[in-house]
Nanobody, 125 residues
């Protein structure tokens, strides 16, 4: 089992920045991928935002956040992931969930085995 604790959510104005943090504990040897999803409003379930593989540092981003969001790992503690969110837009308002044991399927869909409790991000216009 992997436990995930997020922090860093809050309120910001359009164009502002926020940085989310996530600390993984427990059986983190299985957390070869950490990432962020958000609840989404389209009724299609949670949507992937950014993933990073701890093995080689490769990253994946949703088209809607490319160039604005950046995912990274703590260099010393591979069990800590960050999501730097810049140039925030009102449509970024959502509950953001840290994930671990994630992957990208052959169909391009994103998967995650462990989920945090979520942290709210609100962007006002």
């Amino acid at each position: 089992q992997v436990q995930l604790v997020e922090s860093g959510g809050g309120s910001e104005q359009t164009g502002g920045s926020l940085k989310l943090s996530c600390v993984a504990s427990g059986d983190t040897y299985s957390a070869d991928c950490m990432g962020w999803f958000r609840q989404g409003t389209g009724g299609n379930g949670r949507e992937g935002v950014a993933l990073i593989f701890t093995t080689d540092g490769s990253t994946y981003y949703a088209d809607s956040v490319k160039g604005r969001f950046s995912i990274s790992l703590d260099n010393a503690k591979k069990n800590t992931a960050f999501l730097q969110m810049s140039n925030l837009k009102p449509e970024d308002t959502d509950m953001y969930y840290c994930t671990a044991d994630c992957d990208v399927g052959d169909d391009g869909a994103w998967y995650a085995g462990y989920w945090g409790q979520g942290t709210q991000v609100t962007v006002s216009s």
